[in-house]
């Protein structure tokens, strides 16, 4: 057992560093090889499509390497050290294009690049989310922990989402991305080095693929969790993606309201995952769980009936309330599906969990693609130059209306997933923290 205390800063803080260059990348590829560079959007497309089975197989197998991982430095630690300066290799690769290439050759590189980034973006989170539930045992631990790391990572999305095309066009991409590996390497590695897992013994039974998988599929709170946490996200990346939209057809206002909409959705959560951390501590995760999902639901009501920036913002102050319940919470149910599986078949396998559970959360593409194919056929709009007769109803449909009947059935799987009395977080050999006891339904 490690003689020191896990520290929830230097831990919390890696989400920063690993938020840093994965918001850049996703968000600004197609800025920078479409609109830049000449990729046409059907390439781009089949790109996205291509990473989605990449996405699906590689999740699960660095997971459970991972769990298979012995070494002096604990499971997590090697691949996090290993893995980080590869990331950021590729990230500064991605946005550093070679000036000899050109036509389909640049297709070609993007390709390769986004892959190869994207895999090792799955590889170092799927590290980075395993060692949550083993170094911070107890619902209280982890509340605190949780709301430090999400506030991190909305400090992260702030820079690379909102501020970054104010960067690049001072600087460029190349440069831009530079500095946002090297500060995410600075940071990650901190975190890694810091960590103190727990070391399960050398002579532990490592765990096999496929009684894993059987396992983890055959547990219905996986699959509860999954699909709660998938609807969820895709009201939010909608909201995110949907911005635009409505201040521009809905409001009538210029994208300088689109800035400040967001912004005050990141500061509400981030102020936002504090008051609900004492939520949790008070009435424990599982019902602040769910009236946090309930919470979000019903904040995208009031959007549909703003008229103006004022009342626009106002009504973005309660779905940033709601943001930061859902991100508060969420890691902490899954946590304890970890737990029980650790409790009940005697095995530490939470990297191929966590890595299942990234990508079930990755499959809200589905949901955010259906609200966009239903917006062309119910409104009619197709694009900027084509937006059909009502370009106002189509943009609050996009904000309002199917985050809401997402979000509530998100609110309603929620209501299926239930663990049973007096549950804690399972106590290995070498773990001499007393977990906390009482969980409710």
């Given amino acids: 057992m490690e003689s020191r205390k896990a520290s929830p800063f230097r831990y ?55 769990d298979r991982t012995r070494t002096k430095w604990g499971r997590r630690r090697p691949w996090l050290v290993i893995g980080t300066p590869l990331l950021v290799l590729s990230f ?31 590889l170092i989170n799927a590290n980075y989310g395993a060692l949550f539930p083993e170094m911070f045992r107890t619902d209280a631990e982890r509340a605190k922990t949780n709301a430090m790391r999400q506030a991190f990572q ?39 080095f810091g960590s103190r897992e727990t070391m399960p013994e050398a002579v532990a039974e490592k765990p096999k693929l496929w009684p894993t998988l059987k396992a983890m599929f055959t547990n219905p709170k996986f699959w509860i969790f999954g699909v709660t946490n998938a609807l969820y996200s895709a009201a939010m990346a909608l909201v995110m993606q949907a911005v635009s939209f409505y201040t521009k057809y809905t409001l009538g206002l210029s994208g300088t309201a689109s800035t400040i909409m967001l912004a005050v959705v990141l500061l509400l959560a981030m102020g936002g995952v504090v008051v609900w951390a004492r939520l949790v501590k008070k009435y424990t995760v599982m019902p602040v769980w769910r009236f946090a999902l309930i919470f979000l639901a019903l904040a ?30 969420m890691d902490l149910i899954g946590a304890r599906i970890m737990d029980e599986d650790t409790k009940k078949y005697n095995l530490r396998r939470e990297g191929t969990y966590a890595s299942a559970m990234g990508f079930m959360n990755r499959l809200s593409g589905l949901f955010t693609s259906l609200a966009f194919l239903l917006v ?8 900027g130059d084509n937006p059909g007769p009502m370009p106002g109803e189509a943009a609050k449909f996009l904000m309002a ?38 969980a409710e339904k």
């Fill in 154 to 192: 909305l400090v992260a999305m702030g820079i690379s989402i909102a501020l970054t095309p104010m960067v690049t066009e001072k600087i460029g991409y190349g440069p831009t991305s530079i500095i946002y590996g090297a500060l995410a390497a600075v940071v990650i590695l901190y975190m890694a």
């Fill in 376 to 383: 062309g056929s119910l409104y009619g709009f197709q694009s």
């Fill in 92 to 122: 500064i690769a991605f946005y550093n294009l070679p000036a000899f290439l050109s036509g389909n050759s640049i297709f070609v590189y993007m390709l390769l690049m986004y892959m190869l980034t994207g895999t090792l973006d799955s």
């Fill in 300 to 329: 995208f009501i009031p959007l549909y009936f703003m008229k103006n920036l004022v009342g626009a913002i106002v009504a973005s102050c309660f779905v940033g309330l709601g943001f930061a319940g859902a991100i508060t919470t």
């Fill in 401 to 438: 209306i199917f985050p809401f009947v997402v979000m509530a059935l998100s609110a309603v799987t929620a209501r299926f997933l239930r663990f049973p009395e007096d549950q804690s977080p399972p106590k290995s050999t070498q773990d001499a923290d007393t977990p906390e006891a009482g």
């Fill in 12 to 66: 919390a803080i890696g989400m920063f560093g690993t938020s840093i260059p994965v918001n850049m990348f996703k968000t600004y590829a197609a800025a920078f090889y479409v609109i830049q560079h000449g990729v046409t959007t059907e390439k781009f497309a089949l790109i996205l499509f291509l990473y989605t089975f990449l996405d699906a197989i590689d999740n699960p197998i660095y997971g459970f390497l991972s």
